[in-house]
């Protein structure tokens, strides 16, 4: 019996793994317990931006742990400072709350819109049909797919779902009651679906014309994923606040909620917090992860983005099973005409470790550190398994 076997009742049954135990990593590959070697398209499911072993994300890592892991949000710490300067400068809001997890940040946007709304009594928020913004009551509850609220019984009131890229869907359900809408760019589980850039625009002008707060949820595609530090630039529409985790501080757990002042201001002390959020090794990792970013991997997934995008289009020519091959940057998915599990299996006995999104979708997030030549290899081994 191998040693996952063995080990894995003492597991809550959360997840459909793979039969494999991953023991390092370095650069764009992983390694299993026997030695096994995979080309890395997954990054942990967009969260390993940096890949594997990165000298400045380790020194920092280690450095910091030397120094201080924890200490209550209740003290200052230069780590946390340093970064929430990089993030404002590196975009157009003006204040940062740290937290833990991407479903964490969508928390903070539920909130704060109730909070931002109170004093004219709206509490009403809209997000759109198969989204996914979390596990979290309040996230799953926003996200626009029923199978994840199954069995849940009562979920967080006034929230409405619209069609995505249906601006009249959402039109047709703005009220005198609505306070904020939330959006991902692209939706990520729902089947890497981008937004049309019109879209977004008319949804703009619509809570600019009604002081609707309109927040983004960058959680997977943001933080330099789509060939811009902030996934809302790649489309030239301002939100009033953005959402991230996943990325940002290279695989150590880090949430981020991001906003302009007119927003952030509605949160005072008390009103929200989090033990670990922004904690001192949390924070020391995103600010090497923002250097080494802005340090040419942010063209790095422009350009390399632009690659793989082609190379999956020429897949396409080649097998008629692919019916789709849509995204933005490093966040591609293809739409098979079948199941992608077994495809994806095949992929990984082969080298190459994919993750889907819906049934029939295969995703491709691969470090932001990914190169012409990794994508290369990594076609060859998914025309191997298709």
Not at 136 to 145: E, I, K, L, R, Y
Not at 239 to 265: H, Q, R, S, T
Not at 286 to 300: F, M, P, Q, T
């Amino acid at each position: 019996m191998n040693s996952f076997e063995e080990k894995s009742k003492y597991i809550m049954n959360t997840y459909n793994r793979f039969p494999i135990i991953l023991e390092k990593g370095d650069g764009m590959y992983v390694y299993d317990e026997n030695g096994k070697k995979y080309i890395d398209f997954a990054a942990g499911i967009a969260v390993n931006s940096l890949g594997y072993n990165n000298k400045k994300l380790t020194d920092a890592i280690k450095n910091q742990s030397e120094k201080l892991l924890h200490c209550s949000n209740l003290y200052w710490t230069k780590p946390q400072l340093e970064l929430s300067e990089k993030l404002v400068k590196l975009g157009d809001f003006d204040k940062v709350f740290f937290c833990n997890s991407g479903a964490e940040a969508i928390e903070s946007a539920l909130k704060i819109c109730r909070k931002y709304g109170s004093e004219s009594e709206r509490y009403e928020i809209i997000t759109m049909k198969h989204s996914f913004h979390g596990r979290t009551f309040g996230a799953v509850t926003a996200t626009g797919q029923p199978h994840y609220q199954e069995g849940l019984g009562e979920l967080l009131p006034n929230i409405k779902y619209a069609e995505f890229n249906n601006f009249e869907s959402v039109k047709n359900l703005v009220n005198e009651k609505t306070c904020g809408i939330i959006i991902e760019p692209i939706q990520g589980e729902g089947g890497i679906i981008p937004a049309k850039k019109e879209f977004l625009q008319n949804l703009r002008e619509l809570c600019d014309k009604n002081d609707i707060m309109l927040i983004f949820d960058e959680v997977q595609c943001g933080v330099g994923r789509l060939g811009t530090f902030f996934a809302y630039q790649r489309f030239g529409v301002v939100p009033d606040a953005a959402a991230m985790a996943k990325g940002i501080a290279g695989g150590v757990p880090m949430g981020v909620f991001i906003a302009k002042e007119k927003l952030a201001k509605s949160f005072k002390p008390g009103d929200h917090a989090s033990t670990f959020g922004g904690n001192p090794l949390a924070a020391a990792a995103a600010n090497a992860v923002v250097d080494e970013l802005k340090n040419g991997l942010i063209d790095n997934a422009y350009n390399v983005g632009e690659y793989l995008g082609n190379a999956l289009k020429s897949l396409k020519s080649k097998f008629s099973s692919i019916i789709d091959v849509r995204g933005v940057g490093l966040m591609y998915g293809i739409e098979l005409d079948k199941p992608a599990a077994p495809i994806i299996a095949r992929a990984i006995e082969n080298g190459l470790l994919l993750v889907g999104a819906g049934k029939n979708v295969i995703r491709f997030v691969p470090p932001l550190i990914v190169s012409e030549n990794d994508v290369d290899i990594a076609i060859s081994i998914l025309e191997n398994s298709l």
